[in-house]
């Protein structure tokens, strides 16, 4: 208690200053219940008939457990060590070696993730030592013992001692063996190593076996130390040991998938061809009999990993389709060209059939065989995942191919309709009458499939009501969403008009049993049968919709809402006002695009949700300081047709622009220009248009890139200093919001830089930065301007992310507004802001969320190759010319763009800055700057996280680059 106290007294003081600083006590509070909690168990049980008690005791999660390992998850690992210690220091006073043990292992798993081998070697010959054979999963922890012994010598460079500790780095022979023989040879095996017999626990020899087959294999595989076949053995002996471990298959697959493309790139080099070559691949894949077993062998162990469990599932289902979707599209007689290409007498290096043409075909139907058997064994919930990429093939040329994806689709809708139905409500509407022709096909499968189940005698009374229900939620859709579409494409005969009213709602089923397309109801799927009040749903339709007033005239719509479940008492579809039984209201913004394709945006949206699970899934290395909870604010995106879509309404939010706007400085002089941010970023004053054309056409015209940026920083910067920190003091009153305010504002504008800067997200004018009013966090909108898109526009976007002189004023005294005062006091020793910045908290979290994509470049580049090859969607062509065409095959893409974009994102998540500024190369310089002719090399050098944080902070702020941007951008707000 008198340490409680201690303790108590140093947290009421510290509590005031900061969370960081009070936590190493909170820790201590913890160590002390734990303490607590084990002198209680001590003192009043006789544990020395129990000896195991403390154990279980410590490892349950029941009301009555301690949950130690729950618990330690919830703390900072930078924090853990006092509580680990703790608890070993309690195991060995209870005399309780199966605890002791475990904390032993747990902390020297620790210390070999942080790279302290030594201390790790320390704990785990301790482990070893306090080894209990009468505990029946002993030889289980000692094989793990030993496991982690053999990845200590393998990080210390023994990759040969580390194989020798494992004992399975010589297994000749048994790939000759059948399924039996191969288990007892196994067991053996085991039991030579761990020097005694385990009856019973055959399982368990045979789990332990296949660890230690999988990981020397991983390790042999890296190092090349055994050939090809020997290697694909080891992998398919570890399959028999263990066929239902995911980890093995995701492995084994990734391994083939490796030999097929090192294969493909062998032969296109040696047949003279460059490898990046779309069709160079399909000349390949339709003449050579390795790389079509090698695919196949791929998408066996891929979908073997998906039966099982979708722990990989956003690494294997994208890869797994692409590679399916582009080998079936092959067809021989389109490569005839390169064949000739090939000088006479060349020995080539492909394996090549009698029969070329034929073993194609085989092999085609082969794969779509597979995928068609597969699929019924694996979970229709994981194909959900992946809507977008099979919608995206529903024409694909293979006619079986485009058989099975309908297929799925099908299923995908009869298990789903309530939510499947908006992802594929614009296929049935396509301007493309094959797909619409396909999507109806789809839609009335699956209305025929219910109907027909419900009809069965066999069904549960409710089950035929749900099922009769849905059909008719199915038919009614399209309804549904012409409703929608006719609201978006409206144009009122009064162009000044900004609201018009609805007509009558005239559908068959009620708009409650319609499911809101919301991000929380359409991101995870949902079985009807189980669960049919898991989301709100509409009552009615608000009777006035609001005609926005930028140039597409977005309409915005408000739906009333009742809770999942509820039946309303009366169900107008239209209504004017609101209603008792209502809980809220739903918000929602239909756009008619005319240029733009909001299934870039869908696609984008999908692809910040996966980011979304990796920054909540990836613990990186803590650095002294508590880990910042990292996030992308997302929203729904749902196309109704190729040109007419429904976004999700992000409620409290204005435009970066707009709050500056109402931004100002009241320690500024009243009638100064620099108390008020409307003067800051009106755009409509002549004279600011004026200055920055001054200030470009020193550069442009004339080639003076050093004294544009002066005249930057002369009319703009210090006539118009940043004010965006007060916008925030007077938002946010009470002290703690605001600081959270703050400190939201700053880490998601972080997130949506590291994420802007891979993907190469242009066009973030101040009107496409959204700031949440109730709680200062980033939304970014529209995204039509991807993949680099903005070096090619007339004034190319030449800077990584926004971080412009507000951004920076907004962060708070350590991120801008000190820094801003002493910018403007120093202004003639810099040009730029990146070292202001340096050590605040953007840059750490920047830091840190650089280093979660950076760490699953595997996850985003298989995520990101199917949106760059999607058919349907043109990522780099400006306008829809394409769409209204009704090109439905892959020729609307540009394949060697695709190449290219995939090629710049990997290099970046590698830390390669490789963002080039074509002005350089177009505009000669005159104001004497040596153009240093190496550094396109220069840019090809990895850097590390934190040094490519900071280059690209240092290009973000450089004045030189915001200069560069057109106008409308307002660089200087």
């Known amino acids: 208690q008198a340490g409680r106290d201690a303790i108590m007294n140093k947290l009421s003081i510290l509590a005031k200053d900061s969370y960081e600083r009070s936590y190493p006590n909170l820790i201590k509070l913890q160590c002390i219940r734990e303490i607590e909690d084990a002198a209680s168990f001590l003192c009043d049980n006789d544990f020395s008939y129990n000896p195991g008690g403390m154990f279980d005791l410590a490892n349950s999660t029941e009301s009555e457990g301690w949950a130690w390992d729950v618990r330690l998850n919830l703390v900072s690992s930078f924090q853990r060590s006092p509580i680990s210690d703790v608890r070993l220091a309690l195991a060995r006073l209870s005399g309780d070696k199966k605890l002791a043990r475990d904390q032993l292992f747990t902390m020297g798993k620790r210390a070999r993730k942080n790279g ?46 580390a194989l020798r500790i494992l004992g399975v780095e010589n297994i000749k022979g048994w790939g000759n063996l059948n399924e039996s023989e191969v288990r007892s040879e ?36 890296e190092a090349g130390l055994q050939p090809v076949t020997e290697v694909m053995e080891r992998f398919q002996v570890t399959n028999i040991l263990s066929p239902k471990w995911e980890k093995c298959h995701f492995e084994f697959g990734k391994y083939i998938d490796s030999l097929l493309e090192t294969r493909i790139s062998g032969v296109a080099q040696h047949e003279g061809l460059s490898a990046d070559e779309d069709d160079v691949r399909k000349y390949v894949f339709s003449e050579d009999k390795n790389c079509q077993n090698y695919l196949i062998m791929a998408m066996e162990q891929y979908l073997g990993a998906l039966k099982v469990v979708d722990t990989h599932v956003y690494q294997v289902l994208p890869r797994l389709l692409s590679l399916w979707f582009e080998y079936t599209s092959v067809e021989r007689e389109e490569n005839a060209t390169l064949r000739q290409k090939r000088p006479d007498g060349h020995e080539t290096p492909m394996n090549i059939s009698s029969d070329p043409t034929g073993f194609l075909l085989k092999k085609k139907n082969e794969a779509n065989e597979l995928f068609q058997r597969s699929m019924k064994s694996i979970s229709v919930e994981i194909f959900y995942k992946a809507m977008p990429q099979l919608i995206s093939r529903v024409c694909h040329p293979n006619t079986d191919t485009c058989y099975v994806v309908q297929t799925l689709l099908t299923r995908l809708l009869l298990k789903f309709p309530a939510q499947a ?64 579409v006719n609201i978006a494409k409206y144009s009122p005969k009064d162009e000044r008009a900004r609201s018009f009213k609805l007509g009558r709602w005239r559908c068959e089923v009620e708009l409650s049993d319609f499911v809101p397309p919301i991000q929380s109801a359409l991101t995870t799927p949902i079985d009807p049968m189980n669960c049919l009040d898991a989301f709100p749903r509409f009552r009615a339709f608000h009777s006035g919709v609001q005609i926005m007033s930028s140039k ?50 869908a696609r984008v949206q999908d692809l910040n949700n996966v ?21 992308l604010r997302t929203f729904a995106v749902t196309c109704l047709s190729e040109d007419c879509g429904i976004l999700e309404w992000v409620p409290n939010t204005e435009s970066f622009r707009s709050l500056t706007t109402k931004a100002y400085n009241p320690q500024a002089a009243i009638y100064s220009k620099k108390r008020h941010g409307r003067r800051l970023a009106n755009f409509g004053d002549p004279n600011l248009k004026k200055n920055y054309e001054t200030c470009q056409n020193n550069y442009f015209k004339h080639g003076n890139l050093m004294k544009a940026a002066r005249l930057f920083e002369l009319h703009f910067l210090d006539n118009f200093p940043p004010l965006f920190y007060w916008w925030f003091v007077h938002h946010f009153q009470d002290a703690h919001a605001w600081y959270e305010a703050r400190n939201n504002f700053t880490t998601s504008a972080a997130v949506w830089s590291a994420v802007g800067h891979v993907i190469g997200l242009g066009d973030r004018h101040s009107e496409n930065l959204l700031i949440d009013t109730s709680n200062g966090s980033c939304v970014h909108v529209d995204f039509d301007c991807i993949f680099d898109k ?39 020793l810099t040009h730029n802001l990146a070292k202001f910045v340096a050590d605040g908290i953007y840059t750490e979290s920047l830091n840190s969320a650089m280093s979660v994509l950076r760490d699953n470049r595997d996850t985003l580049i298989s995520v990101l190759e199917p949106f760059l090859k999607d058919p349907i969607i043109d990522w780099k062509k400006i306008g829809r010319s394409s769409q209204r065409q009704g090109v439905t095959n892959a020729t609307v893409r540009d394949t060697k763009q695709a190449k290219r974009s995939m090629k710049v994102i ?16 177009k505009i000669r310089r005159t104001d004497h700057v040596d153009i240093d002719h190496n550094e396109d090399m220069s840019c090809m050098i990895p850097l590390s996280v934190e040094g490519q944080v900071q280059k690209m902070i240092t290009e973000a702020t450089n004045h030189e680059n915001l200069i560069q941007l057109y106008i409308g951008w307002m660089p200087w707000v």
Not at 186 to 211: H, V, W, Y
Not at 449 to 458: D, G, I, M, V
Not at 611 to 631: C, E, H, V
């Open 421 to 484: 139905m908006w992802a594929l409500a614009w296929v049935r509407n396509s301007v493309d009458k094959t797909r619409s022709r396909t999507g109806h096909e789809i839609f009335k499968g699956a209305q025929k499939s219910l109907l027909a189940r419900a009809e069965s005698n066999k069904v549960h009374p409710r089950r035929k009501m749900i099922l009769e229900k849905n059909e008719k939620i199915l038919n009614a859709s399209k309804y549904f969403v012409s409703f929608l």
């Open 790 to 828: 903005g070096l090619t526009l007339p004034k190319p976007e030449v800077i990584p992310f926004r971080l412009t002189p507000n951004m920076i004023d907004g962060f708070g005294p350590v991120g801008g507004a000190l820094a801003m005062k002493v910018l403007y006091l120093l202004q003639y």
């Open 116 to 161: 302290l081998l030594d201390l790790a070697s320390t704990y785990f010959a301790q482990c070893s030592s306090v080894y209990d054979p009468s505990f029946a999963q002993s030889n289980e922890i000692r094989g793990d013992i030993q496991m982690q012994f053999a990845k200590l010598e393998y990080q210390s460079g023994h990759s040969g001692s």
């Open 906 to 921: 990997d290099e970046r998540l590698r830390g390669i800055y490789n963002l080039q500024n074509p002005n350089f190369s």
């Open 186 to 221: 196994a067991i053996k095996r085991f039991q030579n190593l761990l020097g005694q017999s385990i009856p019973g626990a055959e399982q368990l020899m045979l789990t332990d076996m296949a660890k230690r087959l999988l990981k020397s294999t991983q390790w042999i595989a």
């Open 552 to 601: 597409a005239k977005p309409k915005r719509v408000k739906f009333y809402v009742t809770p999942g479940g509820h039946t309303s008492s009366s169900d107008p579809g239209i209504s004017s006002i609101s209603s008792s039984e209502d809980v809220g209201e739903l918000h929602f913004l239909l756009k008619n695009e005319q240029k733009g394709d909001l299934r870039k945006d």
């Open 611 to 631: 980011i979304n699970r990796l920054m909540a899934a990836t613990t990186t290395k803590d650095k002294g300081k508590m880990q910042r909870r990292l996030s």
